[in-house]
């Protein structure tokens, strides 16, 4: 089994930063991928950011020059800081991550369990 632990989320005025953190553990063999989705009251789920293993980053339109995703192998985390949020950014923001388990031949897809992120005008 692969689980992904969010922390991070909270309540923070418009403008201000807050800094999300992911961490993957289980029977991890290789994570190719790590992002970040969020997912406000009557939307769908949308896609934020990830980056690869190898560093490559891609963005949604709304974040960019305001959200910058990290990564650290070594821990098998995935970072999200958030600067300049505004309250369209409310919303649960959920973990995602490409993984290959041990022993196993293909990838699967994991999330977490998502933190809250409400930011007030």
């Known amino acids: 089994q692969v689980q992904l632990v969010e922390s991070g989320g909270g309540l923070v005025q418009a403008g201000g930063s807050l800094k999300l953190s992911c961490t993957a553990s289980g029977s991890i063999f290789r994570i190719h991928k790590m992002g970040w989705y969020r997912q406000a009251p009557g939307k769908q789920r949308e896609f934020i950011a990830d980056?690869?293993?190898?560093?490559?980053?891609n963005y949604r339109d709304s974040v960019k020059g305001r959200f910058t995703i990290s990564g650290d192998n070594t821990k098998n985390a995935v970072y999200l800081r958030m600067d300049n949020l505004i309250p369209e950014d409310t919303a649960v923001y959920y973990c995602?991550?490409?993984?290959?388990?041990?022993?196993?031949?293909?990838?699967?897809?994991?999330w977490g369990q998502g933190t809250q992120v409400t930011v007030s005008s």
């Open positions: 995602n991550a490409d993984v290959t388990r041990t022993g196993w031949r293909t990838p699967y897809n994991y």
């Open positions: 980056i690869t293993s190898g560093g490559s980053t």
